[in-house]
Every structure is written in C-alpha cells, then in structure tokens.
Nanobody, 126 residues
Framework: QLQLVESGGGLVQPGGSLRLSCAAS????????IGWFRQAPGKEREGVSC????????YYADSVKGRFTISRDNAKNTVVLQMNSLKPEDTAVYYC???????????????????WGQGTQVTVSS
C-alpha cells in the first residue's frame, strides 16, 4: 500500500521552529520529487517547498524563503521541512506529496501531485 505520513506538527510561539518529516511506505521516495503544501482555514492549498528526486533542485514560496529548508534522505525514505522564524500566518495543515520528478517545475501546484499524506497541523500562536 502506497502511503505518505507526515509528523512533527504542533503548537509553537512566533519566532519558534518546527521540523516536519514525511516518510514513505510501499514505494521508493527517491523516485519522486517531494512537495510540501499547506492549507489554512478558508484558503486554497498552496505549495510551500519542493525538492527534486536527486535533491539537486529546490523550490520555496516567496513567503517562506530564508526561513524554511527542505532536505531529503533517500536512504531513509524521508523528506524533512525545517521551519524557522515561524509566523502566525504559517498556521495551517501541512501536507507532503509525491510528484513525478519530470514535473518538478510544476511542483508548487497541487494538481501535479500523485500521492498525498494525511497532513499535520502547525499552529503558530502566543
């Protein structure tokens, strides 16, 4: 069974950090680009960051550049999103998704994703 599972969400104060992990089972994560998306209440799902299958290319939304870092360990079949200097506007459910690597340039669009995790809640509040 193909599955992606996110972990690491939670409640953090503004300026704090969280580390989200995306683990795959049932397929080899290294064959796919991986994207992180988020969806806040009443808003559309947006692409936050992506990494190509080889980790040679990355994408960051302007709103998170300089604060978030995406990385992957294909040997461990995991992708990590390190989130620093968190802001209240970062509050959302965060999802990871597997994307066919040749579609990496479209990875910020949720329609490009083949497989999705169930999401993890990130709340930034004092």
């Amino acid at each position: 069974q193909l599955q992606l599972v996110e972990s690491g969400g939670g409640l953090v104060q503004p300026g704090g950090s969280l580390r989200l992990s995306c683990a795959a089972s049932g397929f080899t994560l290294g064959n796919y680009a991986i994207g992180w998306f988020r969806q806040a209440p009443g808003k559309e799902r947006e692409g936050v960051s992506c990494v190509s299958s080889s980790a040679g290319s990355t994408y960051y939304a302007d709103s998170v550049k300089g604060r978030f870092t995406i990385s992957r360990d294909n040997a461990k079949n995991t992708v990590v999103l390190q989130m620093n200097s968190l802001k209240p506007e970062d509050t959302a459910v965060y999802y990871c998704a597997a994307i066919i690597d040749r579609l990496f340039n479209l990875c910020r669009f949720s329609s490009a994703a083949n497989y999705w995790g169930q999401g993890t809640q990130v709340t930034v509040s004092s």
